[in-house]
């Protein structure tokens, strides 16, 4: 069971760092793809997703009645059915998520915490907003996640190096602020408290 999680999480570095780089290409090239259908020509996703259907099971059908008019063994798709084990690793995060979201309704409503009341109206507010433009925002993750990662592992030196010359910059920055503005205006407000001790 540990290893799967694992594996996956292995392929996902692959994927992000371009260690895989055809399949990070088609991950790119599929969130444009589908970001481009669904956002500036403003298809429907249930017609997309079914043009995508309707274009594997054409190509499936064409390749098997190739491949038998060629004298050749069609494919062996044996290898994509489920596992009991699979399937119940599945149901039990299925089933688990929605006790979590159930309790979670359970602590909103019913024990009367005006807070988390809030903060949870107030949260599901802003997702509404969100939600309006998600596939955008999606979309900006996912680029941000196939870029950002891969910048960082080539050039994370220079990246500090230069953070660390910001650092210093700003340290400075304060240091000037500190010595002409901040103490003048703390012996300026001395002198003043000194002055009215003086006059009582």
């Not at 259907?53 to 190739?66: K, Q, R």
């Amino acid at each position: 069971m540990s290893a799967t999680p694992r594996s996956a999480l292995d392929a996902f570095r692959d994927i992000i760092l371009w260690r895989r780089k055809k399949l990070s290409a088609t991950v790119l090239l599929v969130s444009t793809a589908t970001w481009v259908l669904l956002e500036v020509y403003q298809l429907n996703f249930i017609t997309v997703a079914s043009w995508l259907a309707m274009f594997i099971v054409a190509s499936l059908f064409l390749w098997g009645n190739v491949l038998r008019l060629l004298g050749k063994e069609p494919p062996n798709l044996s290898d994509l059915e489920l596992s009991k084990e699979t399937a119940l690793e599945i149901e039990n995060t299925c089933r688990t998520f929605i006790e979590e979201v159930i309790g979670w309704m359970f602590h909103v409503t019913v024990e009367g915490d005006w807070l988390v009341f809030a903060r949870t109206v107030v949260g599901l507010l802003l997702l509404s907003y969100v939600g309006s433009d998600l596939l955008t925002l999606l979309y900006i993750g996912i680029k941000t996640a196939m870029t950002v990662p891969l910048i960082y592992v080539k050039y994370g030196d220079q990246i500090k190096r230069c953070g660390e010359r910001v650092k210093d910059q700003f340290r400075r920055l304060y240091e000037m602020f500190d010595e002409k503005v901040i103490r003048k205006m703390k012996s300026k407000i001395v002198r003043e408290e000194n002055k009215e001790k003086k006059v009582e």
